[in-house]
């Protein structure tokens, strides 16, 4: 779902979760930082332009980092799944 005001999105999933990760911007940015220098090739890059000034956008090295990441979690999340509801079995009601 996107709430749009003209051709500007309001409210939309990206916005949500960013807001939803309860995090301040200054420690945002100083994570992407850090992941930035630990690399070989950055995974954002900051662009000039548009109408903020700026924006922080993914790298192909970005792309591949999130969707390399996701895959990992889904193949550990099948991998664990018997597991995690055995244990989820001990728990109260």
Partial sequence: ??????????????????????????RAWLLIDELNRSLQSPATISEQGGQSGCCCVLTPVGEDIVRWYRDVERIADEACAEKIAALMALLKP
């Fill in 1 to 26: 779902m996107r709430i749009t005001k003209g051709e500007t999105i309001a409210i939309g999933p990206g916005k949500i979760s960013l807001l939803d990760l309860d995090m301040s911007y200054r």
